[in-house]
């Protein structure tokens, strides 16, 4: 295994954003936590020992027999995933799986990964060409697949990339339950869903388990634009299995951890314990970037100019020989308890910006629920909620996304119409970006 020493791990900071006053009687604290990743991945730092043998890929192509409606589906995954190849750095160990109800080695085979150079990338596109489209789909069976070939590498970042273009039919929730508990924690993935006959939730629920992206690619034409990006960003991975510690006193109790940007993500019941009142979320690996989570903490009640540490929150690397972490930042929740009101009624920006954030990717998710069951009444107040939300935030992607399922009467007050026609791809769009965020307007 590769060591990390202080010299290749990037630098990370954390910065905590609070409104660490409380009215008498006042036991609800929340802090944004910022973290930020310079110094490694995309611009240029330090890479991890043994360079870009630090990673591995596995990328998983649906070949099920849907993938040849229409003909050039197929054509398109192929190239996408060649030009996904293309993008590999010297040295990054790789395999392509394709995915039916059973999931088979397409290259290198024999339970190996390729290194990737001139040559073995030659080698994988023609392998490519004798990808073709029968089957059913068992994506549980791809992802375990992935899961031996990557296990078997001795690199530090581990990461899948999953394309499909159906209904994972042919096993059930529980074996594909099963097979991402089984994976998850052991390396990270992004899913992809082409065309419009797949199942939103499943393939978000891939990436959330995995703490990868997910998005949709309607346009077959355009994956090998995102298969590239994904790979790009893959290849910017400097450190693996970052973990997001919260430590707190006696009486303290946890309401919620969650990452709100770039997109958010539920980690409350993803803890493991760590020693006395410390628990670990798992946030996956980092490149050059930063990101937000909302911490909630309940403290016990105390008296006016009384205060406490609520919570420290740490960036913990683990050892891969199993020795001591590295902890690689932290910062401080705190309460203070006042009697002034104007300090302890104000509302934190940056709280209040995420938590609408979070409400905005629920009222989306609730509203076109309501509409596919038919409670139109339901649908329209969920959806002008949202409008309202994403008018009020800047975020104009979700503005944008909502404008082709709804019509905005008034965005300011979130009054809006169902629209009578909804193109698939649009409904299927915003569903699957309902999670993305955008930051507080500085």
């Known amino acids: 295994m590769a060591n990390f020493s202080k010299s290749n791990v990037p630098q990370f900071s954390v910065e905590v954003y609070q409104n660490e006053y409380l009215p008498e009687g006042g036991r609800e604290v929340n802090g944004i936590i910022t973290v930020t990743s310079t110094g490694g991945g995309t611009t240029g730092g330090v890479p991890l020992t043994g360079g870009a043998a630090g990673a591995a890929v596995v990328i998983m192509v649906d070949c099920s027999g849907s993938m040849d409606y229409p003909p050039t589906k197929m054509r398109n995954a192929r190239d996408a995933t060649a030009a996904a190849i293309e993008t590999l750095r010297d040295g990054t160990s790789f395999a392509v799986v394709g995915g039916t109800h059973v999931a088979k080695e397409v290259y290198p085979g024999n339970g190996r990964l390729a290194v990737a150079d001139a040559t073995t990338r030659a080698q994988a ?6 990808l073709s489209a029968g089957g059913g789909t068992a994506i549980g069976t791809w992802l375990r697949l992935a899961d031996r070939l990557l296990g078997a590498a001795d690199v530090e970042i581990r990461h899948g990339i999953l394309l499909t273009d159906g209904r994972n039919e042919h096993e059930s929730p529980e074996d594909l339950k099963a097979a991402l508990d089984s994976c998850a924690g052991r390396f990270t993935c992004d899913a992809r869903g082409v065309g419009t006959d797949w199942e939103v939730k499943e393939v978000t629920g891939i990436a959330s388990a995995m703490l990868g992206t997910a998005d949709i690619v309607a346009d077959p034409s355009g994956l090998a634009a995102d298969f590239t990006r994904m790979m790009e960003n893959a290849m910017g991975k400097e450190v693996a299995d970052v973990a997001l510690r919260l430590w707190t006193p006696v009486g303290v109790e946890i309401k919620f951890v969650k990452q ?21 979320y798992p946030t996956g690996s980092w490149g050059d970037e930063s990101r937000d ?8 009640e105390a008296g006016i100019g009384q205060e406490m540490l609520a919570a420290r929150v740490s960036l913990i690397l683990p050892d891969p020989a199993g020795g001591t972490p590295q902890t690689l930042s932290q910062g401080l929740v705190r309460a203070v308890w006042t009697d ?9 920006p940056q709280v209040a910006h995420y938590t609408g954030q979070a409400e905005l990717a629920q009222v989306i998710q ?8 038919g409670d139109f009444d339901g649908a329209t107040a969920k959806l002008g909620r949202a409008v309202q939300l994403a008018s009020a935030s800047g975020n104009e992607d979700t503005a944008k996304l909502l404008s082709k399922v709804v019509d905005v009467v008034d965005a300011a007050t979130g009054t809006v119409r169902l629209k009578a026609k909804v193109a698939e791809a649009d409904e299927m769009t915003l569903e699957t970006r309902s999670t993305k965020t955008v930051r507080v307007k500085k």
């Open 293 to 300: 989570y909302h911490v909630c903490v309940r403290v016990p």
């Open 366 to 373: 609730q509203g076109l629920d309501a509409r596919k069951s």
């Open 260 to 280: 709100v940007a770039p997109t958010v993500a539920e980690l409350t019941d993803r803890r493991t314990e760590a020693g006395p009142r410390a628990g670990d």
């Open 340 to 348: 002034d009101m104007a300090a302890s009624t104000s509302i934190n």
């Open 125 to 130: 596109k023609e392998a490519l060409r004798r």
